[in-house]
């Protein structure tokens, strides 16, 4: 499980985030909206280790990892996945090498077998050798999907990732991300506005506004 | 987001956009005024100089062996290319650890960035006097202990002050690589990898294009200067090529003799044009975001320190020793200095009225990202490469060939011929960063005659534009190298003077001069650095 408890984030002045308060259990699917502007990448990035929080706790496993003012457990020790809006993949590496990253502590066999693995999940397996410019967008946003998967995080951050895809694209990879979710039984924290997505996902909704997190029926 | 406007975001080069229709101008009057102005900057003393050199050549086809290095010319261009691969290799790794240590350091010790990167404006041989200061000082105090040091002469000291030249140009350079990696790169890797993983899979590759665009700028900067050299007693090409030119005055030597190493550094500047013109646009000092979730730790920061403790060593020494040397300098000599003072602002001012021409007409050009403006951005490195000794010779030849300007002007528009590419790349790359479709609402939306350019081109484009004059004053009232071939008689600009007191003593003259020569950069810096910042915040 990762929770936080009092969660505040200010940013010149302005308060972004105003003691939130939010606990995803292993295996829970939590649909988090709100308007552009309400926080809710900044309450994703705080949940990662990202982002220092002013005020309140997170927690993984129940272990304290990070207080105010200061990271405790660094992000890539919090068994997390992240989909960015933006693909984020690395120019420099080919497909394969951006899956491939995230699987150093496996034996080098078994990481490129997990790399094909994934690729083939995520319907990407003939752009292993290609280099990130390469790709459309819904490819990247498959590569990025296929990279935050690969290690079988225990929890899964994806921050909306169709919005900037046209409507027939996200269609087809909404499908995806729910098949994909759906396998491996991960908790999945998704940040969106679009209510269809939010529908696909399912699970519990949390809407976040002026900072502050509001239960959704 | 269509695949082309992501390469554009995650790529580290400077990607000139086909839509630059941003000159106030129709496009084949702005391409035939920026063709003239760099004929008559630029191409005149180049074509003086291989002028000069075919003739040469045509009455003695032997001379043409000048340009074969061998013997002599061969061991000073081996020595030249290992004194300046060596500085361009040190000051890579002391600017990149240095820049790493800054970017990891908390925000209340953000100042230090400025600090560390200033002495980016101080000319190599003032720092030359600092260390020749320090290094004798270190002798005496060893002396008394019992411990006999070498002189601070040779090889090694001149490679220690050139590192100290230009390792804060590469911090500087690191720190611009930095603010140019998308910060959402850094952050994905930290999800999956150690900050240390970070830095070896993602931050160093993708600040690497940048990183070596720097490396090869320090190389080719070291390979065309001779001050260091000289006042260390170093023999290099760069001195050999002025020696050749006082010694017979037969300047198709010093051009044929030139020739390798010109083709080095063209060789050396091509492929990193792009990086530097981004580089050069870019603001040193600019927070890069990335540097919010990143943390250096245990090895990282060890070595990040070193670097950063010597750069603090230099601006230390630096400081402290010109302020000592001063106590002991006389007014008058100040006094009299301030003629030759008024000569270096009026020859800088000439050079930047020059560069504002060529910057105005070829900036756009280059930026157009076509096939001509390819080949304009290949003119401007000519220049670049050329050392400041041939950049002299070609400057005191250009007024046989073209006279007139060139005749009266000659120390301005030499500092425009070697500093005005810089502007043109500077404006060039900040109009390439325009964005083509808030210029295009420009036009539209165009009520009266010049609003265009009065409210858009002007406030978006200004201020890199008056940085990049500054940079350009800033490099001429510093410039040499190349103002001792083409001096006129009674027009002794400071440098020249200091440079020339080097030579014959006169210590604590020296530096009251250099502090003189010191303030007056500093005064230009601190606008050129605002502007510099607030232009690229528009952007």
Request: proline letters at 6%.
């Amino acid at each position: 499980m990762i929770a936080c408890a009092g969660i505040g984030v200010s940013a010149g002045g302005r308060s972004i985030l105003s003691d939130v308060t939010l606990a995803l259990a292993d295996g829970q699917r939590v649909v988090l909206m709100g308007p552009s502007g309400a926080g809710k990448t900044t309450l994703l990035r705080v949940l990662a280790g990202l982002m220092v929080p002013e005020r309140g706790t997170v927690t993984v496993g129940g272990r304290l990892a990070s207080v105010p003012g200061k990271v405790l457990v660094p992000p890539s020790q919090r068994g997390i996945g992240f989909v960015f809006q933006s693909a984020a993949l690395w120019p420099h590496m080919t497909v394969a090498q951006n899956v491939l990253y995230g699987l150093a502590d496996l034996p080098k066999r078994e990481a490129q077998d997990r790399v094909r693995q994934v690729l083939a999940a995520c319907r990407v397996q003939g752009l292993a050798e290609r280099l990130p410019q390469q790709l459309s967008g819904g490819e990247q946003q498959r590569v990025a999907l296929a990279r935050a998967i690969a290690p079988r995080p225990r929890h899964l951050f994806m921050d909306e990732p169709l919005t900037s895809l046209d409507s027939d694209l996200k269609g087809e990879l909404l499908d995806l991300i729910t098949r994909v979710i759906a396998v491996d039984a991960t908790a999945v924290l998704y940040v969106t506005h679009e209510e269809d997505e939010a529908r696909a996902v399912g699970g519990t909704r949390l809407h976040l506004s002026g900072g502050r997190l509001v239960p959704q029926a | 987001m269509p695949s082309s406007m992501r390469c554009r975001r995650h790529s580290l080069t400077w990607q000139p956009s086909s839509e630059a229709e941003l000159p106030p101008v129709s496009g084949r009057t702005w391409r035939i005024c920026g063709v003239l102005a760099l004929a008559a900057v630029l191409g005149v003393p180049m074509a003086a100089l291989a002028r000069d050199a075919w003739a040469a050549v045509r009455m003695n086809p032997e001379t043409l062996r000048l340009a074969i290095p061998a013997g002599r010319s061969l061991m000073l261009l081996l020595r030249s290319c290992a004194l300046s691969a060596a500085t361009a290799l040190l000051c890579l790794a002391i600017g990149t650890a240095g820049a790493l240590f800054l970017l990891a350091a908390p925000a209340r010790l953000r100042w230090l960035r400025m600090v560390i990167i200033l002495p980016v404006i101080i000319p190599p041989y003032l720092h030359a006097v600092a260390w020749m200061r320090i290094g004798e000082g270190l002798r005496v105090l060893l002396r008394g202990g019992g411990l006999a040091l070498p002189p601070f002469q040779g090889f090694w000291a001149a490679l220690w002050v050139q590192v100290m030249v230009y390792a804060p140009l590469m911090a500087g350079v690191a720190l611009a690589a930095w603010s140019m990696v998308d910060p959402l790169l850094v952050d994905a890797g930290l999800v999956h990898g150690s900050p240390q993983r970070v830095l070896r899979r993602i931050l160093l590759p993708l600040m690497w294009p940048v990183l070596t665009a720097g490396t090869l700028l320090v190389f080719v900067l070291c390979m065309g200067d001779l001050s260091v050299p000289s006042l260390f007693s170093v023999n290099t090409y760069a001195l050999e090529l002025y020696a050749r030119f006082s010694a017979s005055g037969r300047t198709a030597d010093v051009t044929l003799l030139a020739v390798p190493v010109v083709l080095l550094c063209l060789a050396a500047l091509a492929p990193a044009m792009r990086s530097i013109a981004t580089v050069l646009s870019t603001p040193s000092a600019r927070d890069g975001a990335a540097s919010s979730a990143w943390r250096a730790t245990g090895v990282v920061r060890a070595g990040a320190l070193c670097g950063t403790a010597v750069l603090a060593v230099d601006v230390a020494g630096l400081c402290g020793s010109l302020l000592a040397g001063a106590q002991g300098a006389t007014w008058a000599a100040v006094h009299d200095a301030l003629p030759q003072a008024l000569v270096s602002l009026r020859t800088a001012g000439g050079a930047c009225l020059v560069s504002l021409v060529l910057a105005l007409t070829a900036g756009p050009l280059v930026a157009a990202g076509n096939r001509s403006g390819r080949w304009m951005a290949a003119f401007l490195l000519v220049p670049l490469a050329l050392p400041g000794p041939l950049a002299g010779t070609g400057a005191s030849l250009a007024g046989t060939l073209a006279g007139g300007l060139w005749k009266a002007a000659a120390p301005a528009l030499l500092l425009a011929f070697r500093f005005g590419p810089f502007a043109c790349l500077m404006t060039g790359a900040r109009l390439a960063r325009l964005d083509s479709a808030a210029a295009e609402a420009g036009r539209l939306f165009e009520r009266r005659r010049g609003d265009y350019v009065r409210c858009i081109w002007l406030p978006t484009l200004g201020p890199v534009l008056v940085a990049a004059l500054l940079l350009v004053a800033i490099l001429g009232i510093g410039e040499v190298s190349g103002t001792l071939l083409v001096m006129q008689p009674g027009q002794q600009p400071l440098a020249l003077a200091i440079y020339n007191y080097l030579h014959y003593g006169g210590s604590g003259t020296v530096s009251a001069l250099c502090l003189l020569l010191l303030a007056g950069l500093l005064a230009l810096m601190a606008p050129a650095l605002f502007l510099w910042n607030k232009g690229w915040r528009r952007a």
